[in-house]
Structures are given as C-alpha cells and as structure tokens.
C-alpha cells in the first residue's frame, strides 16, 4: 500500500552530457560532485533520477550515419545505464542507498523498472535511478522523466543543465539579446518553440499539471540547492 509522503519528492534529469564533462565517457570527478550534492540532502528529500546517455550514443545521430534506428536508440539506452552505475557508484560511496532500476532487464546490475517498489525505496530513504530510458526506441529520457514522475508521484521535476543556467528568450551562446526568464509555461514553450525538453516530454507535464525547474548545474551547490526547494533558474508550469 501507498503512503503519503511527508517529504518533498523530486525526480532529477541528468543528461549525459552532464555525466561527460563535455566529452565522450564519463568523467569520475563530475559524477563524484553530483553525488556528493544528491546525498547531502539525504534525510530531506525523496530523490529520484532519470539519466540520459547522450555521453555515449544518440539514435537519431547513429542512424543519420547509416545504422538501423531501433538497433541505434537500444545502443543509446544501453549508455544510460553506464551512467547509472557510475552515479549508483558514487551515492554509495557517499553513503547514501542507491538503487538502478532499468526498462530493459538486465538483472545482474540492476533491478527492473517496479514503480511501487522505487516509491517503497524512496520512502525507505534510498535514491532511485532509472536507466534505460523507456525501454522503447524513438522515446527520449526526457519524455521518461516525465512519465516516470508522475508515475511515482515526484512533486516536481527538476532539469538540470549544462553550460547554461535557466530558459532564456533565445540562446544566450548566439544572441547577446536573450534574457533570463523566471517563469514560463509549457504553452508558451511550445508556442515560441523553446526546447526546454522535448516537445512530447512538455505535453506530458503540461497535460498532467507536473511542474518544472530549469536550472544550471555549473553553480556552487547548485544541485543540492535545487533539490531542496530554491527557486534558482526557471520555473516551468502549465
Ligand atoms: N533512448 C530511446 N528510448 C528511450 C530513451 C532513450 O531510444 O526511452 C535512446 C535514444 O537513442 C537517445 C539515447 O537513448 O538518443 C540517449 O538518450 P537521450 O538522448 O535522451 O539522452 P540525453 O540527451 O539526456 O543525454
């Protein structure tokens, strides 16, 4: 049966590129911080996390070069769960219980995807990864995150992102115009074709009432600070 949480319940997007540190691969040290930011709120906040893969292979780039699309985006969420290892890896060295739960079954490394078991962890103290996306090729982790928020019933969504701090008018690296934004909606997102995620990801948030912060992993404590509430980047809301 479920009980009500008491806590905040967040779920976490973490892309590859976050895992990466601007490169293929995964880099220990970033991995390492992140962790060490996700366990300090141990106690405080029910966390789970969806992680991307574009550190290692994107779908749609490996089928533009040639290769099957399906076979290409099974490779694409097949690095999503390096990435969950690795941050699996250092929570536990952090001392904070982690478990990696995957949409394709690979019981050796981690649990399948139970939804009531991932809130049972949560509740127990524990963060949940969830790796290999949907398990579903032409799917996006970002669509995942937030399916898999509302499914375990995550209070909100928090993006977090790399060499950028919130959702700007237009891209702050090409136009020295654009200007932060608070807050925006999923509608004007749409409208004005801002990709904060992907365009099915925003429907779903935006049909289901789920809320979203934008914010930069690059700041001092930046992921702890997001985790626990503070309003830094860009809120996102139907
Ligand atoms: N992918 C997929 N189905 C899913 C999630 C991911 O096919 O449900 C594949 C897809 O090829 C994608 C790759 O896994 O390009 C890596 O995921 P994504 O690009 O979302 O990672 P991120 O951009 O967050 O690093």
Same mark, same amino acid.
């Given at each position: +049966?479920?009980?009500? $949480?008491?806590?905040?319940?967040?779920?976490?997007?973490?892309?590859?590129?976050?895992?990466?540190?601007?490169?293929?691969?995964?880099?220990?040290? +970033?991995?390492?911080?992140? %962790?060490? *930011?996700?366990?300090?709120?141990?106690? *405080?906040?029910?966390?789970?996390?969806?992680?991307?893969?574009?550190?290692?292979?994107?779908?749609?780039?490996?089928?533009?070069?040639?290769?099957?699309?399906?076979?290409?985006?099974?490779?694409?969420?097949?690095?999503?769960?390096?990435?969950?290892?690795?941050?699996?890896?250092?929570?536990?060295?952090?001392?904070? $219980?982690?478990?990696?739960?995957?949409?394709?079954?690979?019981?050796?490394? %981690?649990?399948?995807?139970?939804?009531?078991?991932?809130?049972?962890?949560?509740?127990?103290?524990?963060?949940?990864?969830?790796?290999?996306?949907?398990?579903? $090729?032409?799917?996006?982790?970002?669509?995942?995150? %937030? *399916?898999?928020?509302?499914?375990?019933? %995550?209070?909100?969504?928090?993006?977090?992102?790399?060499?950028?701090?919130?959702?700007?008018?237009?891209? $702050?690296?090409?136009?020295?115009?654009?200007?932060?934004?608070?807050?925006?909606?999923?509608?004007?997102?749409?409208?004005?074709?801002?990709?904060?995620?992907?365009?099915?990801?925003?429907?779903?948030?935006?049909?289901?009432?789920?809320?979203?912060?934008?914010?930069?992993?690059?700041?001092?404590?930046?992921?702890?600070?997001?985790?626990?509430?503070?309003?830094?980047? +860009?809120?996102?809301?139907?």
């Amino acid at each position: +049966t479920e009980t009500a $949480p008491t806590r905040r319940r967040v779920l976490l997007k973490l892309s590859g590129e976050v895992f990466g540190g601007g490169s293929v691969g995964v880099d220990p040290a +970033t991995v390492r911080g992140i %962790a060490e *930011q996700i366990a300090a709120v141990r106690d *405080q906040v029910e966390v789970s996390v969806v992680v991307g893969g574009g550190n290692f292979f994107r779908g749609a780039e490996l089928s533009k070069a040639g290769m099957d699309r399906a076979r290409a985006d099974y490779m694409g969420m097949l690095g999503t769960v390096m990435n969950c290892l690795a941050l699996q890896d250092f929570l536990e060295q952090a001392e904070q $219980p982690t478990r990696v739960q995957t949409a394709i079954h690979m019981a050796q490394v %981690a649990e399948p995807y139970i939804p009531l078991r991932a809130v049972r962890h949560m509740e127990k103290g524990r963060v949940v990864i969830f790796g290999a996306g949907a398990g579903m $090729p032409y799917f996006s982790t970002d669509t995942v995150c %937030a *399916q898999r928020a509302l499914e375990v019933g %995550a209070d909100m969504v928090l993006m977090a992102k790399s060499g950028v701090d919130g959702v700007y008018t237009a891209d $702050p690296r090409k136009d020295s115009t654009a200007q932060k934004l608070d807050h925006l909606t999923y509608g004007d997102a749409l409208r004005r074709d801002i990709r904060v995620m992907d365009q099915t990801a925003m429907t779903m948030c935006n049909d289901n009432n789920l809320n979203m912060r934008v914010f930069g992993m690059e700041g001092e404590g930046n992921v702890t600070r997001a985790l626990l509430g503070e309003e830094l980047g +860009t809120l996102v809301t139907p």
